[in-house]
């Protein structure tokens, strides 16, 4: 007899369905009230708190979010949408408010709400803190992936990690880079809900066993596990006024509520409560590295739980839908992995399919290699992930036999298709030989997948050609390209809301959704009251940057100058010396007295640098030591400023593009694999200068060569050059180079410090410097030449600002998903109405 005070009688109304929420000004403010008061119990009448004013505004917005989110849930259930999982070790989503309001359509409502209340939006939206859960890049395209899934109406979840601490802050002292951890989470996450219901187990460790089921079939069991709890925290992802919110889903690690028996009864009770800590370091913190592999331990324990407690969720929502028949599994689902971090999903999914659902080998394979689709994002090789046999056997011995037998079946296949080449085989075994063996995650992604695609067109043409050119012989229809692209909303219609109403008031607002129409604004280069308008725009731009900066940093800049900026990752492939050494040059002009025509520059570069990237820290200081000898020297004043800009992020790069004259990207050719902060500052209507390299070769194309300042050797230029680099011939050869490497060999800018860049300038000097910073000097400087050329002329350069803008439509993620949605997912797009 049950208990009766539990037993249930007949709902008179469903728990879910409550109200509708309105978005009217009025109902901002009720709501502000209820949560500002009621919940968190501030005095209404003196509000000193900005910080409790933000939460409750974000609050009132979430519940709107959640509201949306549940019933576009129900609609992709009810449909039984085929879907895509994002499944990625970084999601730089960067501040959520100020987008959740523009994707909503309630900025206006909720601004005018805070004025009524006294308070200014932007001050609201300006304390919230970046969640910075990846390192630039990659990251950043995966949160823009997400933005366009949902504008697009696509049933696609992100699948990531909610690290604890992410991307640290930096800090400049002394001229130098300080890290400082990033607890973001310290006043907790408002945008996010714990669903603790959907938690699931992850092993790691023990032995594998062949056990003999009830029915007699022999099944490998994965034992003697220290299992650690992955729970799911899901943030809302709000598509453009469509209605659509869909599901970022980020893990965390937690301790099983189990002790170690065994040490538990020894006596050894902390040891086993100190267990508890270790399985909760999994998503402690963010690895800062964006190139080099390093082969921690804990980083391959996080990529695993990653893609086991992703996958698991995935079978497990299947089951419940389709119960254990996974016939269409494959039909109605696909994994797209970003770069290899997440590619032991390949070995996870064949694991959970054959060891725990019973499927056959050849079965399970199948379903692998029609739902995997992996993207590479990086030719260096030293970013290209191998993980040791012997760690892999010991932290995943299950993954391990089962990487080994794929490996197995893939080298009897490449055997039958060139019999007899031994050397094929060694070259394209998922297996490394060697001192050490080590399993090649990329070549593991390309095997167990139906898709390889790089990121922009000259990359994905040298995927081909060269790292993974035996692949493309032996399945050419699995390699594509996908050129990147950024989410106009936060990057231009959000970041830059003056330029953005310009636009609308000239072409409508349709360009928010299909970026291709700016290109409408082609005619309005030519009149001449438009350009007024768009130069006074930018010129306030500058304005705030400056005013913004000023707030924490002793910093003077010229709102007059040409605004140079230079802002991404630290790394030496990227060459921020090459712009370094252009800056002594033009300091060295000025000394000289060479100054005709002279264009007053603020060059602002910014970046992080990996905690152990040696020369990308020094980087960062010589950058710091020639802005104190410029920026101090009288004879300098203000026609030429170098400043470095600390801790730049994503919300930091919504301040910075709107105010760019000048997008500097400029690395070796064949080595930046697109580059995505180019886009935005184009967007915003900077010109680049750059090499032919990544997606500047296709933004060129866009805007014309008329529009862009090309300089430096091509790829194939740089490997013909690279046999015979002879850096000290070069230099020889060109009295500016003499003069500006006298500058830094004399220790002008290091006196008190010397010694502290010979290491940089020996780096360059090298005639194996891999990134050739002395071959493109010249024509480097050249470039530049003719960005001061074309600056005189005020109305000819805004005519190009615009048409710069007009023609960055190929850039937006909305074209690029849809391309990915074409050539690989395959989604239909499923409207979400919402009564
Ligand atoms: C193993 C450590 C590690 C971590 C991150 C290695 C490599 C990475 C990424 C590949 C770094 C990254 O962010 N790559 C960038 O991806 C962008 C998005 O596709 C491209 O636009 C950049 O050109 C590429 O450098």
Known sequence: MPNKRFVTSKPKSSITNVPKLGVTKDDFIDDFKQYYVHLMGRDENSRSSPFYACEALSLSIRDRLMERRSNTDKTYNDTD???????????????????????????DAASQAMHDLGIEIEELVDRELDAGLGNGGLGRLAACFIDSCATLQLPAMGYGLRYEYGMFTQTVVNGEQVEKPDHWLRHGNIWEVERLEYSLRIKLGGHTEIQTDEQGKQRVCWISTQDVLAVPFDTPVPGFKNN?????????????????????????????????????????????????????????????????????????????????????????????????????????????????????????????????????????PEALEKWSVKLMQRLL???????????????????????????????????????????????????????????????????????????????????????????????????????????????????????????????????????????????????????????????????????????????????????????????DRIKRGDTDNWVPRCVLIGGKAAPGYAMAKRTIKLINNVANVINSDADVGDSLILFFLPDYRVSGMEMICPAADLSEQISTAGKEASGTGNMKLMMNGALTIGTLDGANIEIREEVGDENFFLF????????????????????????????????????????????????????????????????????????????????????????????????????????????????????????????
């Open 712 to 835: 430096g050797l091509t790829e194939e230029q740089i490997e013909v050059r690279r046999k015979h680099y002879d850096p000290f011939a070069i230099i020889d050869q060109d009295e500016d180079l003499q003069r500006v490497m006298h500058l830094l060999e004399s220790g002008h800018f290091n006196q008190f410090e010397p010694g502290i860049f010979d290491d940089l300038i020996a780096s360059i000097k090298s005639r194996y410097d891999p990134w050739m910073t002395i071959a493109d000097f010249r024509s480097y400087v050249d470039a530049q030449k003719r960005v001061e050329a074309a600056y005189q002329d005020k109305e000819h350069w805004t005519r190009m600002s615009i048409l710069n803008c007009a023609n960055s439509g190929k850039f937006s993620t909305d074209r690029t998903i849809r391309e990915y949605n074409r050539d690989i997912w395959k989604l239909d797009s499923v409207p979400v109405e919402y009564p």
């Open 397 to 587: 011995p299950r993954l391990m036999e089962i990487i080994f037998e794929i490996n197995a079946h893939f080298m009897s296949e490449v055997a039958s298709h060139w019999p007899g080449d031994k050397a094929r085989l060694s070259r394209m075994s998922i297996i490394e030989e060697g001192a050490e063996q080590q399993v090649r995650m990329a070549y593991l992604a390309i095997v167990g997948s139906f898709s390889v695609n790089g990121v922009a067109r000259l990359h994905s043409r040298l995927l081909q050609q060269g790292l993974f050119r035996d692949f493309y012989e032996l399945w050419p229809h699995k390699f594509n390209n996908k050129t990147n692209g950024v989410t106009p909303r936060r990057w231009l219609a959000s970041c830059n809301p003056a330029l953005a109403a310009l636009i609308t008031e000239a072409i409508g607002d349709r360009w928010i959704t299909h970026l291709e129409e700016l290109k409408k604004l082609e005619p309005f280069a030519e009149d001449a009251g438009f350009r007024n308008r768009w130069r006074e725009i930018k010129q306030d731009a500058k304005q705030r940057l400056i005013e913004h900066k000023k707030q924490y940093l002793d910093i003077h800049l010229n709102p007059d100058a040409l605004f140079d900026i230079q802002v991404k990752r630290i790394h030496e492939y990227k060459r921020q010396i090459l712009n370094v050494l252009h800056v002594i040059h033009l300091y």
């Open 244 to 380: 659509t919110v869909n599901t970022l889903r980020l893990w965390k690690a937690v301790a099983t509520e189990e002790f170690n028996l065994d040490e538990f009864n020894a006596g050894d009770y902390a040891e086993s409560v100190a267990a508890k800590v270790t399985a909760e370091h999994i998503t402690m913190v963010l690895y800062p590295n964006d190139a080099n592999e390093n082969g921690k331990e804990l980083r391959l324990r996080q990529q695993y739980f990653l893609a086991s407690a992703s996958l698991q969720d995935v079978l497990a929502y299947w089951i419940r839908q389709h119960g254990h028949d996974f016939s269409s599994f494959a039909d109605k689902s696909c994994f797209q992995l970003n770069d290899t971090h997440p590619s032991i999903a390949i070995a996870e999914l064949m694991r959970l399919l054959t060891d725990v659902h019973g499927l056959s080998w050849e079965t399970a394979w199948g379903i692998t290699r029609q739902t995997m689709a992996y993207t590479n994002h990086t030719l260096l």
């Open 81 to 107: 949408s085929r879907q895509v999982f994002y499944l990625s070790m970084e999601f730089l989503m960067g501040r959520t408010l100020s987008n959740a309001m523009l994707n909503l359509g309630i900025t």
